[in-house]
């Protein structure tokens, strides 16, 4: 990736189109169908369409069901997806085959991975989260300690990455999200980990807002468990299925609590009791969605051939870039960087918080940029290395200047809350 001008030089558009003419993976964004008009800054929620995923949808719909009929489960491969699928992901999270397996969503994965988890360390009461974990986190810990009763959540205060402090000998579990959902800022997985098993305990890694964005390396860094969703930087669409990894060496120790007809291990000899497959297939648990599944299959093949280092070194060099025009174009109207200004600590996304953060993401939006909004006060912008350029965070900069400048978030229209922000 070409470096950017020196800090003190102003940037100007003509700098963002060298950094583009330099860009490796310029080629990835015809890929995608991103829609005229539209600078589209909330891929840490939603992905671009990839245009491979019409084509597999259109193939499992027309051709899978339309011909296939009940055959497609043998015929298609239907019956493998969740596996197969979770193998591709693998690639993308730094574990070998056979440890990631596609099903249910990001939630489901976590109550059946926490569980698990929680059994394997029976005496242990403790589970070790953090404040500012993304909450759907924290609610199923909270559910899954009701649920079996007797365990206690130690949280890290927010503002804090201190999470060995809280590590002793009563803790069970670890669970934490690599990139934090608002503020970008990031775990050191290994180090995270190490503490962890150093004092008897198991980690759970929540990638939601990491694959696909970054390099992962569960298996390098020994890691337990890990959870993500796929409708984010790996473009799946809107409810996209989920995936889940468990180390080779747990595998056929742990026991997930929904024991599911596809987590059988012989789900077509209809028995009356259960006996868990062996391996990563007895996370599965009912029918797997394959529509969804096609979407992903689409969705994954942006990623072929795509080295994640040279993916990293551009998120980095496009948030960098964001991070320098905001406070090079907008720095007088009181916007305060809500994460780490040190790339090597940040992840894909850029977080600016501001009393009337609201309207004016709202007003942005209005304008064609669109990212999203975080209660109480962060605006928030994701930064897709396939389908963004450097010159898209230059127009981005422009129009939410024009928005400060001019006070367009002032609008009555802008201030209404809408239930998803």
């Known amino acids: 990736m070409t470096a950017q001008p020196h800090p003190d030089t102003p940037l100007t558009r003509e700098d963002c189109l060298a950094l583009d003419a330099g860009d490796p993976l310029a080629g990835r964004r015809q890929l995608f169908h991103v829609p005229d008009g539209v600078i589209y800054l909330d891929g840490n929620s939603l992905g671009c369409l990839p245009l491979a995923a019409v084509e597999h949808v259109r193939r499992t719909l027309e051709t899978e069901w339309g011909e296939g009929l009940i055959r497609s489960w043998t015929q298609a491969g239907w019956i493998d997806k969740p596996r197969r699928l979770g193998d591709r992901i693998g690639g993308l999270i730094g574990a070998a085959p056979g440890q990631v397996v596609v099903a249910d969503s990001t939630s489901v994965?976590?109550?059946?991975?926490?569980?698990?988890?929680?059994?394997?360390?029976?005496?242990?009461?403790?589970?070790?989260?953090?404040?500012?974990?993304?909450?759907?986190?924290?609610?199923?810990?909270?559910?899954?300690?009701?649920?079996?009763?007797?365990?206690?959540?130690?949280?890290?205060?927010?503002?804090?990455?201190?999470?060995?402090?809280?590590?002793?000998?009563?803790?069970?579990?670890?669970?934490?999200?690599?990139?934090?959902?608002?503020?970008?800022?990031?775990?050191?997985?290994?180090?995270?980990?190490?503490a962890a098993h150093d004092a008897g305990a198991l980690v759970i890694w929540d990638l939601a807002h990491s694959a696909g964005a970054l390099p992962v390396d569960l298996d390098g860094i020994d890691a337990d468990f890990a959870v993500g969703c796929t409708y984010k930087y790996l473009n799946a669409g809107p409810g996209g299925p989920a995936y889940l990894y468990v180390a080779a060496r747990l595998q056929d120790q742990a026991r997930q609590p929904l024991t599911g007809w596809l987590g059988h291990a012989r789900p077509f000899a209809f028995t009356t009791g259960y006996e868990p497959a062996p391996g990563i297939d007895r996370f599965i648990c009912g029918t797997p969605p394959l529509l969804a599944y096609a979407a992903l299959e689409g969705a994954l093949d942006a990623f072929d051939g795509v080295d994640l280092a040279v993916l990293r070194a551009k998120s980095q060099s496009l948030t960098d870039l964001f991070i320098r025009l905001v406070e090079q174009e907008c720095g007088e109207h009181g916007l305060a960087l809500a994460g780490p200004r040190d790339r090597a600590l940040r992840g894909s996304h850029v977080s600016w918080r501001h009393p009337e953060g609201y309207a004016i993401m709202q007003a942005l939006i209005a304008r064609g940029v669109i990212g999203d909004f975080r209660a109480p006060d962060a605006l928030r912008f994701g930064f897709t290395p396939l389908y963004l350029s450097h010159a898209d965070v230059w127009d981005a900069v422009a129009v939410l200047r024009d928005v400060l400048d001019n006070r367009l978030w002032d609008d009555p229209a802008y201030q209404r809350r809408a239930k998803v922000t």
């Open 109 to 194: 994965n976590l109550f059946k991975v926490l569980t698990a988890a929680l059994r394997l360390r029976p005496g242990r009461d403790v589970i070790v989260s953090e404040a500012g974990n993304f909450p759907t986190d924290l609610y199923i810990a909270e559910g899954v300690a009701e649920l079996l009763g007797g365990y206690e959540r130690r949280l890290v205060p927010e503002g804090s990455m201190d999470v060995a402090a809280l590590i002793d000998e009563r803790v069970a579990v670890v669970m934490l999200t690599h990139v934090n959902y608002v503020t970008a800022e990031m775990h050191d997985m290994a180090a995270v980990t190490r």
